[in-house]
C-alpha cells in the first residue's frame, strides 16, 4: 500500500493506506484522532469537518491520496487548552445537547470567522447551514458564532 | 422543611462505607431510586458495594464526587440528576466533580434507562439520598462536639454548632461511614434550593468542545477488529446466497462470516419483544483491520436476496390504514357516555382524517457498539438506552450467565428512541462470539436509515358533534403500523371535558420494524387534535383558543383518577402563552397559530409566527410556554424546550419516509431532508414559576409544534394541512395574492 505524508495539528504523519481512504478514517483509525466525527460519509451532515490549509472540509470524502503534504487542523488542534474564541462561546453558551455534531459545528464556525470576522446574522446562518444538529440546538449554535466573533475581535 | 415520607424504604437502596484510601462512599441503586414502584432484585442484607450502580464519594478532603452512570442522550440528566444530590448534601455545586460511573469495575452492571421521567422520578430518591449524607456528615460533627445533632447547621460542605465551631466533611467522614443509616431526613424547602433553580452547564462540556473520546463510536481496545454488516435491503427480503470472493481479497480483511441464527432464535421466543430490525434473514459480516476496509469490502459482497413476505409499500399501507379507519374491528381503550346518540342529535359534525409518515430516528452518531467475547467473560461498550436489558439479553443468547457480562455506557450521540432496541448489541455480540475477538460494528448511515425501527405511519380519524353551541361528542379514531396508543394517552385533552366521548385503536402488522420516537404517538396526535380543534372552532364560529379554555372548564374539579394532566395548568400555559406572543395583535403580515398539548407530565402552549417571504409561507418564531413544575436546571432546560420545538418543527415541515416494495426512499441526507440552520424559527421559551415538583422536558415541547405551524399555515394561505410532512404538499403551500405585502 501506498505511504502518504500529512501534517496534523502541527505533527508530520507518515500513513500507509489505501489510496482512496477518507481523511475521516485516518483520523479516527490510524492516528487515533477520534473527535472529528462519523456522520453520513457524503459529505451532508459536516459532523466530520476539518480545517486543510485554514479552510473547512467535510473530511469524510477527501481520499488520503489528494491530500499528500497537507497541513490539516482537527478539533483536538484547534487549541492547547480548548481555550479558542469560539471553543469558549460554545461553553459561555452551553451549546451541546447530545454533543455528537459540536466538534464539526466548531470547525466550520471557526473557519468562516477566520474569513469573515464580522458577519451578520444572514452571513452566520448561511456559514452553519451545512451542518446537521439533529438535537437542534441550532439557536445557541447561533448565538455562539456570533459571540465568538465579538471575542475574536 | 419537609420529612421525607416516601413509600419505599431508603435503606433498600442506600448504603454506606468508609473507604480503604480514606473517605465516604454512599452506594445507592438509581434504578430502584428513580422507580420506586420497583422492588429490589434481592435481600437487602445480602447486598454489597457492586450491587449499587451510582456513588457519591465524599474524600478525606472534602471534595465530593458525584459517579453517575446513567444514560446521557443529549437530554442533560447527567448534570441535572446529580444537582438533586448535591442541593440536599449541601454543598457547593462549583466543588462537585460528576464523573461517568467506574469504568472497570468487574463485578456490577449498571442498570439505568433513561427517558423524560428520570427527573421527575428521581426527584424524590436523589434528594433523600444526599440527604442522608449530609445527615450522617452532621450525626458524626455532633458526636464529636459532644452536642444534639439539631443544634448544628450546614451549609457548603461546613458543619457549624451553636458555639460557632465549625468542621468540614472532609474532617468527619471516618466517623459518618460507621454510623448507622439514618431512618429519617429532612429535606429543603423550595425557598432554601442554591443549586436547585440554577444554570449548571453540561458537565461534559469541556470534553465536548475539545473532541475527547466520549461516544461509542470512540470507543477503541488493543487488538480490536472492525465489523460491517450486510443486511436484506427491503423489509420482507431474506439472504439466499453470497459471493465474497471479491470481498476477500481486499486489503484489511480479516474473514467474511454469517450471522443472524442466535438473534433469530433468542427472538421467537415469547419472553422477548425487543424489536430486532431484518432479524428474519441471516446478515454477511464483513471483518476489517480498519472501519473504511470493513465498510468498502461489504460494498463488495454480492448477495442474492429472496422474497420471504411480501415486500409492502406506503401505497398499500395507507390503504390498509384507511380500510381500518373505515371499519369496525377497534379496541375501545376509553369511552365515556354514549358518542352515536350524540352524533345523532348533533346540529354540526366536523369529521377529518390527519396522515403521518413512517420517520427514521437519525442519531448523529450512527448505530455502533462494541463486544469482546471471551470464555470468561462477555465485554459490551457502547451507546444503549436500555443497558440492563442488553445484559440480559445478550447472555441470553449466548446460553450465558448474566453476571459474565460487564456493560459499560458511552455517552450517545443522540437517542430519539432508537437506542432503546438494541438489535446492534445483539449483531455486535453474535460476531464477537464467532471470530473470539475484540470488535466494532459499525453501521453506516445508509445502514442505519434502512435498518431501522421507524416511527411507525399512522393515520388519526377524528370526529366531533355540536349541539346547542357545544362540543357533545369527541371520537378519536387510531390506525397505526404494528401498535398502537398506549398507557395514558387516551385520557390526556380532551378527556374529561366532553361527555360523550371515546378512542378507538387499531393496527396493521407490517413486516417493517417500528419503535418508540421522540414523545411516542403524541408526536404526531398531537398535530391532529391541535389542528382539529382550530377547525372545529372555525365550524362552530367561535375563538379557538377561548374554545379550548371553555373545555377545560369541565376538567376542573374532576374525579375521574385516570385524568392526569391538569385543567388548570393548562388553562394557564395557554394564557401565557397568549400573552406573551401577542396573540391577536400582531401587525399584517404575520400570521399566527396556536397549539397546546400535554404529554411526558408537562404542559405545553406554542404559538408559531409564519411571514410570507419570496411568495412562500416561514415559520419565523416560536413562543413556547412550558410548565414543568420546579425547573432544576434552567441552562439545560431552555436547551431541551428549544430542541424539542425545533425538531416538532422540523420533522412537521420536511420529515418523510416512503417505502417502495419494502425499501425506503431515502438512505442518507442527500435525500433525506433534516430542518438546517436558515430554516430555524426563533424560539422564544417562558417557563411558568411553580414549587410543584419537576416533570420532563425531554419530550413534551415536540408535539405541539407541528400543529401550531399547520395552524399558522392556515391563517398564511387559507389552506388547512392534515398530512405530514408540510412541504410535500407544494399546492397548499402557494399564498393567495391577497396575502403577499408589499
Redesign the interface.
Known amino acids: 500500500?501506498p505511504t502518504y505524508n500529512i501534517i496534523v495539528n502541527g505533527i508530520s504523519q507518515s500513513i500507509e493506506?489505501?489510496s482512496?481512504?477518507?481523511l475521516l478514517?485516518v483520523l479516527?483509525?490510524?492516528l487515533?484522532?477520534?473527535?472529528?466525527?462519523?456522520?453520513?460519509?457524503?459529505a451532508?451532515?459536516g459532523?466530520c469537518t476539518v480545517h486543510i490549509g485554514g479552510n473547512a472540509v467535510r473530511s469524510c470524502s477527501l481520499p488520503i491520496s489528494s491530500l499528500d503534504g497537507k497541513e490539516i487542523t482537527?478539533?483536538?488542534g484547534?487549541s492547547e487548552n480548548?481555550d479558542h474564541p469560539v471553543?469558549l462561546a460554545?461553553?459561555e453558551l452551553?451549546v451541546?445537547?447530545?454533543?455528537?455534531?459540536?466538534?464539526g459545528q466548531?470547525m466550520t464556525a471557526t473557519a468562516f470567522l477566520n474569513n469573515n470576522p464580522n458577519p451578520d446574522e444572514t452571513e452566520?446562518?448561511?456559514a452553519?447551514?451545512?451542518?446537521?444538529?439533529?438535537?437542534?440546538?441550532?439557536?445557541?449554535?447561533?448565538k455562539a458564532v456570533a459571540l465568538a466573533a465579538s471575542k475574536i475581535r | 422543611m419537609s420529612t421525607s415520607s416516601i413509600a419505599f424504604n431508603r435503606r433498600d437502596f442506600i448504603r454506606t462505607s468508609s473507604l480503604v484510601g480514606g473517605g465516604l462512599l454512599i452506594g445507592f441503586n438509581l434504578f430502584t431510586a428513580c422507580k420506586p414502584k420497583v422492588k429490589p432484585p434481592i435481600d437487602i442484607s445480602k447486598l454489597n458495594f457492586n450491587d449499587f450502580n451510582a456513588f457519591i464519594k465524599i474524600a478525606d478532603n472534602g471534595v465530593v464526587t458525584i459517579f453517575a452512570p446513567n444514560p446521557e442522550i443529549g437530554q442533560g440528566v447527567k448534570t441535572a440528576m446529580p444537582m438533586l444530590i448535591a442541593e440536599e448534601l449541601d454543598v457547593a455545586w462549583k466543588n462537585v466533580h460528576v464523573q461517568q460511573g467506574i469504568l472497570d469495575t468487574e463485578n456490577y452492571t449498571r442498570q439505568l434507562a433513561g427517558g423524560s421521567q428520570s427527573i421527575r422520578l428521581g426527584w424524590e430518591p436523589l434528594r433523600q439520598t444526599g440527604a442522608t449524607a449530609r445527615q450522617m456528615l452532621l450525626n458524626a460533627a455532633a458526636a464529636r462536639w459532644g452536642v444534639d445533632p439539631s443544634t448544628c447547621t450546614t451549609s457548603e460542605g461546613i458543619i457549624t454548632n451553636s458555639k460557632g465551631e465549625t468542621l468540614g466533611y472532609g474532617d468527619v467522614v471516618k466517623d459518618a461511614a460507621l454510623l448507622d443509616v439514618p431512618e429519617k431526613v429532612t429535606l429543603k424547602s423550595h425557598k432554601d434550593f442554591k443549586i436547585i433553580g440554577t444554570d449548571a452547564p453540561n458537565v461534559d462540556l469541556d470534553e465536548i468542545v475539545t473532541g475527547k473520546p466520549l461516544f461509542g463510536l470512540d470507543y477503541k481496545v488493543d487488538g480490536m477488529v472492525y465489523a460491517a454488516v450486510l443486511r436484506p435491503p427491503a423489509f420482507g427480503q431474506k439472504l439466499e446466497s453470497f459471493d465474497d470472493t471479491a470481498a476477500r481479497a481486499m486489503p484489511g480483511v480479516i474473514d467474511v462470516i454469517t450471522i443472524g441464527e442466535k438473534a433469530r432464535a433468542l427472538t421467537s421466543g415469547e419472553s422477548n419483544n425487543w424489536t430486532v430490525a431484518l432479524a428474519n434473514s441471516d446478515k454477511v459480516v464483513v471483518i476489517a483491520k480498519t472501519t473504511w476496509e470493513a465498510m468498502k469490502a461489504k460494498n463488495a459482497i454480492k448477495a442474492n436476496w429472496v422474497e420471504e413476505t411480501p415486500l409492502e409499500s406506503t401505497e398499500f399501507q395507507d390503504k390498509q390504514l384507511l380500510g381500518l379507519l373505515d371499519g369496525n374491528k377497534f379496541e375501545t381503550l376509553r369511552k365515556d357516555g354514549d358518542i352515536n346518540n350524540a352524533f345523532a342529535q348533533a346540529d354540526q359534525i366536523l369529521e377529518r382524517t390527519y396522515e403521518s409518515p413512517f420517520l427514521p430516528h437519525n442519531c448523529m452518531e450512527p448505530m455502533n457498539y462494541f463486544a469482546n467475547v471471551t470464555s470468561e467473560k462477555i465485554h459490551l461498550v457502547g451507546p444503549v438506552q436500555t443497558p440492563e436489558f442488553a445484559a440480559t439479553a445478550v447472555a441470553g443468547m449466548l446460553g450465558r450467565d448474566p453476571k459474565e457480562v460487564h456493560l459499560e455506557m458511552t455517552r450517545m450521540g443522540g437517542g430519539f428512541g432508537r437506542r432503546l432496541y438494541g438489535d446492534f448489541v445483539y449483531e455486535a455480540a453474535e460476531i464477537s462470539n464467532a471470530i473470539k475477538k475484540p470488535v466494532k460494528l459499525i453501521y453506516s448511515r445508509e445502514d442505519d436509515m434502512t435498518a431501522g425501527t421507524y416511527r411507525p405511519a399512522i393515520k388519526y380519524r377524528i370526529k366531533a358533534a355540536v349541539k346547542d353551541g357545544e362540543v357533545t361528542a369527541y371520537h378519536l379514531k387510531e390506525a397505526a403500523i404494528n401498535g398502537n396508543m398506549y398507557g395514558l394517552i387516551p385520557n390526556f385533552f380532551p378527556a374529561g371535558a366532553i361527555a360523550n366521548y371515546q378512542v378507538d385503536v387499531a393496527n396493521y402488522k407490517s413486516n417493517i420494524t417500528t419503535g418508540a420516537w421522540r414523545a411516542p404517538y403524541t408526536n404526531f396526535l398531537a398535530f391532529a387534535e391541535q389542528s382539529f380543534f382550530d377547525e372545529l372552532a372555525e365550524t362552530m364560529e367561535v375563538d379557538p383558543i377561548q374554545l379550548r379554555i371553555d373545555l377545560l372548564q369541565k376538567v376542573k374539579g374532576t374525579t375521574d383518577e385516570r385524568i392526569e394532566y391538569s385543567p388548570e395548568r393548562l388553562e394557564n400555559v395557554i394564557k401565557v402563552a397568549v400573552e406573551k406572543s401577542g396573540w391577536g395583535k400582531k401587525g399584517a403580515g404575520i400570521y399566527q397559530g396556536f397549539a397546546a398539548y400535554y404529554c411526558h407530565n408537562s404542559h405545553v402552549a406554542e404559538v408559531a409566527d409564519v411571514e410570507i417571504e419570496n411568495g412562500i409561507p416561514v415559520v419565523k418564531k416560536v413562543t413556547c410556554v412550558v410548565d414543568c413544575g420546579i425547573v432544576v436546571n434552567p441552562l439545560g432546560a431552555i436547551n431541551q424546550i428549544e430542541g424539542g420545538v425545533i425538531d416538532g418543527v422540523g420533522h412537521a415541515m420536511y420529515g418523510d419516509l416512503e417505502f417502495k416494495d419494502g425499501k425506503p426512499n431515502s438512505q442518507n441526507y442527500d435525500s433525506y431532508r433534516l430542518i438546517r440552520m436558515r430554516e430555524v424559527p426563533v424560539v422564544e421559551t417562558h417557563m411558568v414559576e411553580s414549587d410543584v415538583a419537576p416533570t420532563g422536558l425531554g419530550e413534551p415541547t415536540l408535539p405541539p409544534a407541528g400543529a401550531a405551524v399547520a395552524n399558522a399555515l392556515k391563517a398564511a394561505t387559507g389552506n388547512r394541512f392534515t398530512a405530514q410532512p408540510f412541504l410535500k404538499f407544494t399546492e397548499l403551500m402557494k399564498v393567495p395574492a391577497k396575502s403577499i405585502i408589499g
Not at chain 1, 487515533?32 to 457524503?42: A, D, E, Q, R, S
Not at chain 1, 451541546?96 to 459540536?102: L, R, T
Request: hydrophobic share 35%; with cysteine.
Open positions: 500500500m493506506v489505501a482512496d481512504t477518507p478514517w479516527r483509525d490510524h487515533n484522532l477520534v473527535g472529528t466525527k462519523f456522520g453520513c460519509g457524503i451532508q451532515c459532523a482537527t478539533i483536538e484547534l480548548g471553543q460554545w461553553k452551553d451541546p445537547q447530545c454533543g455528537y455534531c459540536q466538534a466548531i452566520i446562518k448561511s452553519m447551514h451545512g451542518n446537521i444538529c439533529r438535537c437542534a440546538a441550532y439557536t445557541r449554535i447561533h
